[in-house]
């Protein structure tokens, strides 16, 4: 993708460290906000900061689309806190006791708090985004319910998910909240953007986003050396799913039937059944099937990002370039040729 001249000059210029800086700090203010029991748990959940990928593309799309600053700052902060709660709660779905190299608020604080925690925060997004106008509130909510039933589609499927319901799951839980930052902006400034665009960019950028988190999982701290924890506990995985469809019918049913009892359990079904599996997964040619869907997701998505207008081209360049980045130190064949003969 190449942007017209006078855009990469403008986003290149842009000091995104005062932006930062003044998204934190209101932020702070949900935290300082927050009831009694909430600000010491909202206070440490905030101060890891991450990529703050979603705020920025929510301050760029609304300020470009002619928002005045201290609203466009309003805009992103809440985008931040609906993507917060999303980790919150995604931690307690998944009983993750990491994340950003630190401890969840599930692993600190336990599920009940760490849910009242996620819960506040959608309450105070929906406040802050209801500033903003009607739009903003509406657009705000709509995502919250398709990422919430998204989700809630990695609980309810039987056995272990094929590679289409698999893309399917990626999409609904993970694009709306990438392409809320744009879409929202739009709708509360009422600047005409080609949403349907939008939002094919996004759901492949969002598959992309899902398979480089599958892959980071699949090689984990141990590399190949130990198996993951997404076959562990059987949850959804890009390599995983390669795999499973790979399979013919009656180790594909059995596969199936395990993974069914694992989640079932909530907890490994044994170190037998795990490593039997983990050797078949690291022996077929799943990995490099994923990362093949995952070069077409990106190439679909580059496509689809240049489709787009300038000025939307503008506000997606630097989570289009993270994720170019993020591709490059998957090194895809190199890495597989490195693990698999080793």
Known sequence: MTLPGHMQ???????????????????????????????????????????????????QAATLFGAHFDRAITWAAAV???????????????RDIERRGQETVFSLYGEALAVCLGDYYIATAVRMSALLGDQAALQLCDCVARSTGGQALEFTIAGYPSWGRYCEIAVEKTSPLLSLPVTGAAGFTNHSVDRKSVEAYFANA?????????????????????????LAFCRPNAVISSFRDSL??????????????????????????????????????ALAHTVQRLLFHFNTAN?????????????????????DSELE??????????????
Request: hydrophobic letters at 35%.
């Open 248 to 285: 013919q019918a009656p180790q594909q049913s059995r596969f199936d039937q395990w993974s069914e009892q694992t989640r079932a359990a909530r907890q490994s079904c044994g170190p037998t059944g795990i490593l039997e599996w983990w050797q078949s997964i690291r022996q077929s040619p």
């Open 9 to 59: 000059e403008q986003r290149t210029t842009q000091d995104f460290s005062e932006i930062r800086a003044r998204i934190s700090a209101r932020l702070g203010q949900a935290t300082a906000n927050a009831p009694e029991a909430l600000r010491e748990i909202s206070a440490a959940h905030l101060a890891t900061e991450g990529k703050r990928l979603r705020g920025e593309m929510a301050f």
């Open 329 to 342: 130190k998957v090194n895809a064949s190199a890495l597989i040729r490195k693990e698999l003969n080793s």
């Open 80 to 94: 931040e806190l609906i993507h917060s709660a999303s980790l919150v709660h995604d931690d307690v779905c998944d």
């Open 206 to 230: 969002a598959t992309c986003f899902q398979i480089i988190n599958d892959l980071d999982n699949f090689f984990g701290s141990q590399g190949l050396a130990a198996p993951c924890s997404d």
């Open 303 to 323: 496509s689809e990002l240049n489709r787009l207008t300038p000025e939307v081209q503008c506000v997606l360049s630097k989570f289009h370039g993270w994720l």
